[in-house]
DNA sequence: AAACCAAAAAATGAATGCAAAATGATCGGA
DNA sequence: TCCGATCATTTTGCATTCATTTTTTGGTTT
């Protein structure tokens, strides 16, 4: 029916509708969504949150509906609901564009992602199990060692996974689907700029993330908050600094061309 | 340009793409969009958090194509849209189904409304000025006359505001985006149930938004954040008590037929 | 040579058409 | 009479087609 050779990495931390949005429904019905628009979104999304296209270049239609074999009209609809993820912009008659993030967009990305931690926290010191402190504790000891051997990406990856721990014992999905979004909204930057100087921070956020576990073993709910907070914050001031000279998000008229 | 002769409230809070999504696009593009697309998206969203269409009920394609006087394919793409926002669920070949929020629905997100606003008082803090703060002081005010004269509907709107102004003064775009999707979804039960245990709240709300608005004179983040969780989390239980026999999202099939 | 205007080419936005699936209705059998 | 199966109708999903708008390109003018 199609070629379908495209160029599909692995399927992302994403989980279904990733939106910020909802998960897709969980009233009894359907599991899977074996539809090819749901099929296409999925792709087009990891596509995108992958960062095979740079900051604020052109998504061409025509070029997509090669790429995954299928018509216009199922990738219009894939990109309006990208665009509604906020991956993407649509330019009325101008086609759709790779959001870029400026400067301000990453603040207010990195404290919107502090606060459904930090809530996400309070929430997982009502029920959370020892058992899954213990799990959170072996991740954190993990992270420890690639601290120590100085192994940059596996300690992110070690991190990143404590975060979506803490995330998921909360026992709140709509928490969890909002959460994934913004993830992927952050992770193009995050991989290329954001690893130095996250870099300079490790001690400091080793430090911090001791601070997290205790309170957590405490079930100090709104100890975790500020703590968790705080230390989103003091991500984000990492992150920021580290693309220093960007104005805002001006060089998109240079790239996707 | 249309009839929207809808049950109009007053164009809703939602500000453009509603989606928790994220903001349609800041980087010195266009501002308004005057495409069909985005004019059927806003109309429709409106016309379903208005409650227009029972809880469970069918959004038939061909029906609100005549209604809105467009052919299939916008009106699709809109609700896509809408599904990632999570205000319908799309069903494989069934076609789409205003979401029906059970009593754990209902818990997250008022969990997660929590956590936004937790967070919107923790960052207003940082920046807020006294202007901003004697408005909401004015608010309070407003709404505590309605309380007197029980009031129910002006005070309702008096606290709504204050919530929207709170969320206004942590001056984050994204945060307000997604604040304004959640509120959205909520809106459709908050009209019908939601009154009435509110009312039992009132002296104990009352109390607890002077609570909050002590600490916002005193720009005490954390305590405000804490406040502001447990003040929604209140709001929360009696929500849910309201809706006390629903099993969980059991009467879907009954209503929309 | 640079800038401006015009026409062609391409791309987007929306409408229509067609195949597949689901819903409803009728008919047959126990 | 009640239940289940077959067939017609409706509805959904996607492709294709049509109408604008934008972008490019070529020619002209200053």
């Known amino acids: 029916m199609a070629p379908q050779t495209t160029v599909a990495t692995m399927k992302s931390t994403i989980p279904e509708s990733g939106v910020p949005i909802a998960k897709p429904a969980d009233n009894g019905a359907e599991r899977t969504e074996p539809s090819l628009h749901g099929e296409i979104l999925s792709r087009l999304r990891d596509y995108v949150v992958e960062g095979n296209i740079p900051d604020g270049g052109r998504v061409p239609e025509r070029q997509l509906c090669e790429m995954f074999g299928i018509s216009r009209t199922p990738l219009r609809e894939a990109l309006k609901v990208l665009a509604a993820e906020g991956l993407i912009d649509l330019l009325p008659n101008r086609g759709a564009r790779v959001r870029q993030l400026g400067k301000r967009d990453l603040e207010e990305l990195f404290d919107v992602m502090g606060g459904l931690e930090s809530l996400a926290g309070r929430l ?30 596996n300690y992110f990856q070690a991190n990143q996974r404590i975060h979506e721990r803490i995330v998921a014992a909360s026992r709140n999905e709509t928490l969890r689907t909002i959460y994934a979004n913004l993830a992927g909204r952050i ?5 290329s700029a954001n690893f130095a100087r996250e870099r300079q921070r490790w001690t400091e956020a080793m430090r911090e993330h001791e601070a997290i576990l205790d309170a957590l073993r405490r079930r100090a ?28 998000g001006a060089i998109a008229e240079t790239t996707g061309r």
């Open 124 to 153: 997982a010191c009502e029920t959370i199990t020892d058992e899954e402190i213990a799990e959170i504790e072996r991740l954190h000891y993990e992270m420890y060692g690639h601290y120590l051997h100085r192994n940059m990406h």
């Open 187 to 191: 992770r193009r930057v995050r991989y």
């Open 221 to 248: 709910g709104s100890e975790l908050a500020d703590t968790l907070f705080q230390h989103l914050r003091n991500k984000r001031t990492a992150a920021v600094e580290h693309l220093g000279g960007m104005p805002e």
